[in-house]
């Protein structure tokens, strides 16, 4: 039997007659049958924040990481400050969605937030780069529970039709952390220290644990017997970890033919293929087969696999481009960058407005994702002198329209999802979105790599280029292009150009994947209840 969620009965009136929601206010338009919006805001109150201490988490930290390098005298492996946050997270979180399904979302949040509070602290006292990859890998493990039961939460007290009106808030807390992370980071560094971009996680922490184990009390769960499926968490671990390695090390660490990136490759695909073979045998799944036999399941985590990947290929793409390209320095090109960002949470919010309205999300993916494509055509045709009318507008198309469809794909899954799959089925979602965002920052900064070095042997020169010392280049430091005659400086220049012209490209392409996806996908109407109303998805179990 499936966990069931039941929300406490609304506040009586003098005398003990209860208190009916009047047909047409605005609660009684707003909430879904069994909740009020004083109590979505009660929930939502603790998720935002937990939105907010894991999406700061994952910007305030780069200003830091020269510095983190200097102190701890750790310059080789300075990539694994972030890996190691990523691999843990996005493994983590198709298991915890598995778990808040059987036993509940305040059960596995408030741990989640202990271990990313706790983690923190070690982070800022660690003495070693040793001691602090481990620490931000138990950071990751933390961080992927307060995203996958933040959105499950949402699904248990908001009905689909009215969720995307919510996921504004969620996303509004996105575009606070990619806009204050930097500028926060580098001022905690540059004035205090870097320990101190962790230690500012504590008090946010509690905060959120407070509000979340006070607004996540209205849900009551019933949990039900299940086995965990131990074997199916660790196929499933190692294979995105294999898989993340690769994109990680390939081209950078280790060639694309060597050894080691050809068995990360075989290895993720030997676990991934069991991995698919024991979940059709096993009793009760971490991944359920049942959830991948809807059209719209499938489609939908497939979208939000290319949306993510458009939307950190730009984000990786735009500040190089502007330093690289354009020539501005480190700090005006964090600025510039602020309209892609700022797009991107207004057409969250415009999202969930259109969603409640129609009570459908394919046609708003559709267009989301035709504008975003646009936008990287657009890119592809700026160069060093085009108007920045024109960067503007790629940024703004690419932005807006990501930002339309990052939350009306979340809401279709979870419109899909049984009642008792919603966990599992978002962390399923999360998941695909991680990786694509991981396969989109690679492959662009792998492309931009080789057509720089490529650039680098036709121009005949002999010395090494580094292509990050060309990025400072305007900042003070020495001109790493200073001894190369005109000729062949404009020919290194214009390979570099090639190499964002082609990442731009490449970005659109399979943005018209996307696209391509999207409008074979089936238009199903929203529910009007939440999960927790237990109203059967009319999407469940459709498999065309």
Same mark, same amino acid.
């Given at each position: 039997?499936?966990?069931?969620?039941?929300?406490?009965?609304?506040?009586?009136?003098?005398?003990?007659?209860?208190? +009916?929601?009047?047909?047409?206010?605005?609660?009684?338009?707003?909430?879904?049958?069994?909740?009020?919006?004083?109590?979505?805001?009660?929930?939502?109150?603790?998720?935002?924040?937990?939105? @907010?201490?894991?999406?700061?988490?994952?910007?305030?930290?780069?200003?830091?990481?020269?510095?983190?390098?200097?102190?701890?005298?750790?310059?080789?492996?300075?990539?694994?400050?972030?890996?190691?946050?990523?691999?843990?997270?996005?493994?983590?979180? +198709?298991?915890?969605?598995?778990?808040? !399904?059987?036993?509940?979302?305040?059960?596995?949040?408030?741990?989640?937030?202990?271990?990313?509070?706790?983690?923190?602290?070690?982070?800022?006292?660690?003495?070693?780069?040793?001691? @602090?990859?481990?620490?931000?890998?138990?950071?990751?493990?933390?961080?992927?529970?307060?995203?996958?039961?933040?959105?499950?939460?949402?699904?248990?007290?908001?009905?689909?039709?009215?969720?995307?009106?919510?996921?504004?808030?969620?996303?509004?807390?996105?575009?606070?952390?990619?806009?204050?992370?930097?500028?926060?980071?580098?001022?905690?560094?540059?004035?205090?220290?870097?320990?101190?971009?962790?230690?500012?996680?504590?008090?946010?922490?509690?905060?959120?644990?407070?509000?979340?184990?006070?607004?996540?009390?209205?849900?009551?769960?019933?949990?039900?017997?299940?086995?965990?499926?131990?074997?199916?968490?660790?196929?499933?671990?190692?294979?995105?970890?294999?898989?993340?390695?690769?994109?990680?090390?390939?081209?950078?660490?280790?060639?694309?033919?060597?050894?080691?990136?050809?068995?990360?490759?075989?290895?993720?695909?030997?676990?991934?293929?069991?991995?698919?073979?024991?979940?059709?045998?096993?009793?009760?799944?971490?991944?359920?087969?049942?959830?991948?036999?809807?059209?719209?399941?499938?489609?939908?985590?497939?979208?939000?696999?290319?949306?993510?990947?458009?939307?950190?290929?730009?984000?990786?793409?735009?500040?190089?481009?502007?330093?690289?390209?354009?020539?501005?320095?480190?700090? @005006?090109?964090?600025?510039?960058?602020?309209?892609?960002?700022?797009?991107?949470?207004?057409?969250?919010?415009?999202?969930?407005?259109?969603?409640?309205?129609?009570?459908?999300?394919?046609?708003?993916?559709?267009?989301?994702?035709?504008?975003?494509?646009?936008?990287?055509?657009?890119?592809?045709?700026?160069?060093?002198?085009?108007?920045?009318?024109?960067?503007?507008?790629?940024?703004?198309?690419?932005?807006?329209?990501?930002?339309?469809?990052?939350?009306?794909?979340?809401?279709?899954?979870?419109?899909?999802?049984?009642?008792? !799959?919603?966990?599992?089925?978002?962390?399923?979602?999360?998941?695909?979105?991680?990786?694509?965002?991981?396969?989109?920052?690679?492959?662009?900064?792998?492309?931009?790599?080789?057509?720089?070095? !490529?650039?680098?042997?036709?121009?005949?020169?002999?010395?090494?280029?580094?292509?990050?010392?060309?990025?400072?280049?305007?900042?003070?430091?020495?001109?790493?292009?200073?001894?190369? !005659?005109?000729?062949?400086?404009?020919?290194?220049?214009?390979?570099?150009?090639?190499?964002?012209?082609?990442?731009?490209?490449?970005?659109?392409?399979?943005?018209?994947?996307?696209?391509?996806?999207?409008?074979?996908?089936?238009?199903?109407?929203?529910?009007?209840?939440?999960?927790?109303?237990?109203?059967?998805?009319?999407?469940?179990?459709?498999?065309?």
């Amino acid at each position: 039997m499936s966990s069931t969620a039941r929300p406490h009965p609304p506040a009586p009136l003098p005398g003990g007659a209860a208190r +009916p929601a009047p047909a047409g206010t605005p609660a009684a338009a707003e909430a879904p049958a069994g909740f009020t919006h004083a109590q979505i805001m009660q929930v939502i109150g603790g998720i935002v924040l937990c939105i @907010l201490l894991a999406a700061l988490d994952q910007t305030v930290v780069i200003p830091a990481v020269p510095a983190i390098a200097a102190d701890l005298n750790g310059f080789g492996h300075l990539s694994w400050i972030v890996t190691a946050y990523l691999l843990t997270s996005t493994a983590a979180t +198709p298991i915890y969605g598995k778990l808040s !399904d059987i036993y509940g979302r305040r059960a596995l949040l408030l741990p989640a937030l202990a271990l990313f509070i706790v983690s923190s602290v070690l982070c800022a006292l660690s003495q070693s780069l040793f001691q @602090l990859i481990i620490f931000r890998a138990l950071q990751g493990l933390g961080g992927a529970g307060l995203m996958s039961m933040a959105q499950a939460a949402i699904a248990d007290v908001v009905s689909p039709r009215e969720r995307g009106r919510y996921q504004g808030y969620m996303a509004s807390m996105w575009g606070i952390a990619s806009i204050a992370g930097p500028i926060v980071g580098g001022f905690v560094t540059d004035h205090l220290s870097w320990r101190w971009v962790f230690w500012i996680n504590l008090p946010i922490g509690l905060a959120a644990m407070w509000l979340s184990n006070r607004g996540l009390r209205i849900l009551k769960v019933q949990r039900r017997q299940a086995r965990i499926d131990y074997l199916g968490a660790a196929l499933l671990t190692t294979g995105v970890t294999a898989a993340l390695l690769l994109l990680s090390w390939g081209g950078n660490e280790y060639a694309w033919s060597s050894p080691t990136i050809l068995g990360l490759a075989a290895l993720a695909a030997a676990m991934f293929a069991i991995l698919f073979w024991h979940e059709r045998r096993d009793a009760d799944p971490l991944l359920p087969p049942r959830i991948f036999r809807s059209n719209v399941f499938v489609r939908g985590i497939l979208i939000a696999f290319f949306a993510s990947l458009g939307l950190f290929g730009a984000t990786f793409l735009l500040p190089l481009f502007l330093q690289l390209v354009r020539g501005t320095d480190a700090s @005006l090109s964090g600025l510039l960058v602020i309209p892609f960002l700022l797009t991107n949470v207004f057409g969250a919010f415009t999202a969930g407005r259109i969603i409640k309205r129609l009570g459908r999300t394919r046609g708003l993916v559709l267009a989301g994702l035709s504008t975003s494509a646009l936008g990287f055509v657009a890119l592809v045709m700026v160069g060093a002198t085009t108007p920045w009318a024109v960067l503007l507008l790629g940024m703004v198309l690419v932005g807006g329209g990501i930002g339309l469809t990052l939350p009306s794909t979340l809401v279709t899954v979870q419109n899909a999802a049984e009642r008792r !799959d919603v966990g599992v089925a978002t962390g399923t979602m999360l998941f695909l979105r991680s990786m694509g965002g991981a396969f989109g920052s690679t492959v662009v900064g792998a492309i931009l790599a080789l057509r720089f070095s !490529d650039a680098v042997a036709a121009a005949g020169v002999t010395r090494a280029l580094d292509l990050g010392a060309l990025r400072h280049g305007g900042t003070g430091a020495a001109d790493p292009l200073a001894g190369l !005659d005109a000729a062949a400086r404009a020919q290194v220049l214009e390979g570099l150009l090639s190499g964002f012209h082609l990442s731009f490209a490449l970005c659109a392409g399979l943005t018209v994947v996307g696209v391509v996806i999207a409008a074979g996908m089936r238009d199903i109407p929203l529910r009007t209840s939440s999960a927790a109303a237990g109203e059967a998805p009319q999407a469940a179990a459709i498999g065309h």
